[in-house]
């Protein structure tokens, strides 16, 4: 597994997108509100 970056790449790219849709959901929520 360690010797794989490219399925710790896009492990950390799908928390990434996550997390920030996320945010921008919660922000435009507060917007919306």
């Known amino acids: ?3 794989e970056p490219k ?3 896009m ?3 799908a928390i990434f997108w ?3 849709g996320n945010a921008i ?3 435009m ?3 919306r509100f």
């Open 1 to 3: 597994v360690w010797g």
């Open 7 to 9: 399925t710790w790449y």
């Open 11 to 13: 492990l950390s790219g």
């Open 18 to 20: 996550l997390l920030l």
């Open 25 to 27: 959901m919660f922000k």
């Open 29 to 31: 929520s507060n917007f």
